[in-house]
C-alpha cells in the first residue's frame, strides 16, 4: 500500500488560539483508494486538522499537497473546487426537498434546470453506488443512513478525490451501518480517498487500512491497520497503558447487588406521547441500572417519560413511597431528578453561553432567574466542577460550544451533579467520546452510586452497560421484554432477550 499514489500530504500543519496550540507540526498523509482512520481523544486536533484541510480554519504554518501539486485553501468552496467534500455526523442537506434537488442544489440554477434531466442524472449515480433511493422521493422520508449516503452521493458526483466521512455512523444501527461500509468499499475501489473519523474501534478495524493517531495536537504516527493492535490503539490514544477497566466494578466479590433495598424512584403504567407501551419501573438508593436495546427500541422515549421531558398519557410515580406528580421536567428537578439527554447539541448545552453559565444554569432554573446567583459563587461553583471533573477549558468564560465534545458532556454532568440529584438520569452520556473520557465517566457513576445516589445509565455499548449496571431492563420496538441481574446479565442474555429467545 506504500507504492500506492498519495492523493493528500499535509505536512508541518500549525494552528493557534488565544492561549491553545491546537496542532503542533502535525503531517498527514492520504492514498489513493485507502479508507483511513484519524483517531484520538477529544481535543486530540481530528476536528482542528479537518477544519484546516477544508478551508473552516486557516493553517498558521505548514502545507498542503494534492496530487503532488501544492494548494492553498482559504475556504470551504477552495477546498470543495479542490476535491475535498465532507460528509459530518449531523446531516446538511435538506429534507423538504427531493434527492435529487439535495444531490445538485447550488449546482443547477434558474428556470432554466432540466428536471428530468437531473432526476435521470441522479437516478444513474444512485444506482452506481447502491443507494436505495429515488431521485424524486423527498429526503426527509429517508433513513439517517440513506440521507448519509445521499451526502456522499453529491460529494462522488461534484469529482471529490478525497472524501472525508466524520463520525457518520453515530446514529445508524448495524445493518445501516454495513449499508454504509459497502458504499465505502465502492468508492475505495473508484480509486477515491476516504479520511474516517470515528470512536468506534470496532469500525475501525473493519473497514479501514490505515490509521493515524493524533493526541494533544501533535501526532503520534501513522500506522497499518494490521500492525496496530487495539489495545496499543488505545494506549497510543491515551498517552498511557490501558488498565482493561479491570477496577470498574459495582458488585462485591460474590456478584451480589451493593445497592440498598431502599425504593427511591418508581413508576407503575408510565407510558409517554411517543409510542413507547406502559411499563412498569423502580431504582433504588445505591443502585445503577440501565435500558437496554436497539436502537429505536424506545430506551430514551422511557426516561424522557420518567423526567417529564415528554408528557405522560398515564401512569403513577412515587419518589421515596410518596406518590408525586411530574409533567414536566421543572417538577422532576424539584424532585431531585437529574437528567442528561441523548442529543447533547439539541437538548444539552446552550452553545453561545460560557462554561460557567452552563454549568450553573439547572441550579439557576431551580432557584428561578430573578434571583441570580452573584458572578463569584457561579464563578465558584464552576471552578469546582471544572476541577473535579478535570474539564479542559481555556476559563470559565469560554463558550461551551469551543470545547471537544467530551468536555460538553462533562459541562452538562456537573450542571446536574451541582444540583445535587438523588436520581440522576444519563442517556448516552459517553456517545462520541474518547475511550478515556468514557473510563472517567463510567468510574465517576460508580462513584455516585457508592455515595447513595441511584444512577439510570443507558449507553448503546452493552460491554458498558454490564460494567456499570447491577440491572438492566431490556426493550424490543418500543416496549419493556425482559429484566436481567445477577448471573443473568451476559452478552449472550441481552442479544437473546432482545431477540425474543427464552434466556
Not at 128 to 151: D, N
Not at 293 to 301: I, K, M, P, V
Request: contains cysteine; proline residues 3%; neutral net charge.
Amino acid at each position: 500500500m506504500d507504492n500506492q499514489n498519495k492523493i493528500l500530504e499535509m505536512r508541518g500543519i500549525c494552528k493557534y488560539f488565544p492561549g491553545v496550540k491546537a496542532l503542533q507540526n502535525v503531517n498527514f498523509t492520504l492514498r489513493e483508494g485507502e479508507i483511513h482512520a484519524l483517531m484520538g481523544e477529544n481535543g486530540a486536533g481530528k476536528s482542528t486538522l479537518i477544519k484546516v484541510l477544508t478551508g473552516v480554519y486557516l493553517k498558521d504554518e505548514g502545507s498542503i499537497m494534492l496530487e503532488g501539486k501544492a494548494v492553498n485553501i482559504k475556504s470551504p468552496q477552495d477546498a470543495q473546487k479542490a476535491g475535498i467534500s465532507t460528509v459530518y455526523q449531523e446531516i446538511t442537506l435538506c429534507p423538504n426537498l427531493t434527492v435529487a434537488e439535495n444531490m445538485y442544489i447550488g449546482r443547477k440554477k434558474g428556470a432554466g434546470v432540466n428536471w428530468r434531466g437531473m432526476n435521470q442524472d441522479a437516478k444513474r449515480m444512485l444506482t452506481s453506488l447502491g443507494i436505495p433511493a429515488e431521485p424524486t422521493q423527498q429526503l426527509g422520508s429517508c433513513s439517517i443512513a440513506v440521507q448519509q449516503m445521499v451526502a456522499i452521493a453529491r460529494a462522488v458526483d461534484m469529482e471529490c478525490k478525497v472524501l472525508i466521512l466524520d463520525e457518520p455512523t453515530s446514529s445508524l444501527d448495524e445493518q445501516e451501518v454495513q449499508k454504509l461500509f459497502g458504499l465505502m468499499r465502492s468508492l475505495k475501489e473508484k480509486g477515491v480517498g476516504i479520511i474516517f473519523v470515528t470512536h468506534f474501534l470496532d469500525q475501525v478495524y473493519e473497514v479501514c487500512d490505515r490509521i493515524t493517531v493524533l493526541r494533544d495536537g501533535q501526532l503520534v504516527g501513522e500506522y497499518l491497520i494490521e500492525d496496530l493492535p487495539r489495545v496499543q490503539l488505545v494506549s497510543k490514544m491515551l498517552g498511557k497503558e490501558l488498565d482493561d477497566l479491570s477496577d470498574i466494578k459495582n458488585s462485591d466479590e460474590n456478584g451480589e447487588k451493593t445497592y440498598s433495598g431502599e425504593s427511591v424512584f418508581e413508576a407503575h403504567n408510565l407510558t409517554g406521547t411517543t409510542g413507547v407501551e406502559p411499563f412498569d419501573f423502580e431504582i433504588h438508593k445505591g443502585e445503577v441500572n440501565g435500558f437496554t436495546g436497539l436502537l429505536g427500541s424506545g430506551r430514551s422515549e422511557c426516561v424522557r417519560a420518567i423526567f417529564g421531558a415528554d408528557k405522560t398519557q398515564s401512569g403513577t410515580v412515587k419518589m421515596n413511597g410518596k406518590t408525586v406528580k411530574i409533567t414536566k421536567p421543572l417538577d422532576a428537578m424539584k424532585k431531585g431528578i437529574g437528567y442528561l439527554p441523548e442529543d447533547r447539541k439539541r437538548d444539552g448545552i446552550v452553545g453561545d453561553l460560557s462554561v460557567r453559565e452552563n454549568i450553573i444554569l439547572a441550579l439557576q432554573v431551580m432557584k428561578g432567574f430573578f434571583k441570580p446567583f452573584s458572578r463569584a459563587k457561579a464563578e465558584a461553583f464552576a471552578d469546582e466542577y471544572i476541577k473535579l471533573l478535570e474539564i479542559k477549558t481555556a476559563s470559565t468564560n469560554t463558550p461551551i460550544k469551543s470545547l471537544s465534545g467530551g468536555n460538553q458532556q462533562k459541562v452538562i454532568l456537573a450542571r446536574w451533579l451541582l444540583t445535587n440529584p438523588q436520581y440522576l438520569i444519563l442517556d448516552e452520556p459517553t456517545r462520541g467520546i474518547d475511550v478515556g473520557t468514557k473510563v472517567e465517566i463510567q468510574k465517576l457513576v460508580l462513584k455516585l452510586a457508592a455515595e447513595g445516589k441511584s444512577v439510570t445509565f443507558i449507553s448503546s455499548e452493552i460491554d458498558e452497560m454490564l460494567r456499570t449496571c447491577s440491572r438492566l431492563i431490556v426493550m424490543r420496538d418500543r416496549k419493556v421484554v425482559g429484566e436481567l441481574t445477577g448471573d443473568e446479565l451476559t452478552q449472550n442474555n441481552i442479544m437473546m432477550t432482545i431477540a425474543g429467545g427464552e434466556k
